[in-house]
């Protein structure tokens, strides 16, 4: 059983910072992909940032390219996403998901954190 628990949201002012981290239980989170996802009220779930399992790969909506990074620590099964320069439409509760070896779909999700970014 793989559970995620995230972290690190919280009410920041526009150009401001937080870091996300999302902590994942068992023994086999070397081997997944992770990804982050945002959901904005009244709006669909969105893509935000993905990793490799080796952490050498990562890839990142557009929306965010160049403010948000995606990084990962394999000894303590943890994931994290560096938010800089913070516009209020990045608010949204965030979710980390896994992705297992060979799977094109995220199957496991995280219950969220809420970032909430004031003009």
């Known amino acids: 059983q793989v559970q995620l628990v995230e972290s690190g949201g919280g009410l920041v002012q526009a150009g401001g910072s937080l870091r996300l981290s999302c902590v994942v239980s068992?023994?086999?989170?070397?081997?997944?992909?992770m990804g982050w996802f945002r959901q904005a009220p009244g709006k669909e779930r969105e893509f935000v940032a993905r990793?490799?399992?080796?952490?050498?790969?990562?890839g990142y909506a557009d929306s965010v390219k160049g403010r948000f990074t995606i990084s990962r620590d394999n000894a303590k099964n943890t994931l994290f996403l560096q938010m800089n320069s913070l516009k209020p439409e990045d608010t949204a509760i965030y979710y980390c998901?896994?992705?297992?070896?060979?799977?094109?779909?995220?199957?496991?999700w995280g219950q969220g954190t809420q970032v909430t970014v004031s003009s």
């Open positions: 998901a896994a992705r297992a070896p060979s799977h094109l779909q995220y199957g496991y």
């Open positions: 068992g023994r086999t989170f070397s081997t997944y992909g």
């Open positions: 990793i490799d399992w080796t952490g050498s790969t990562t």
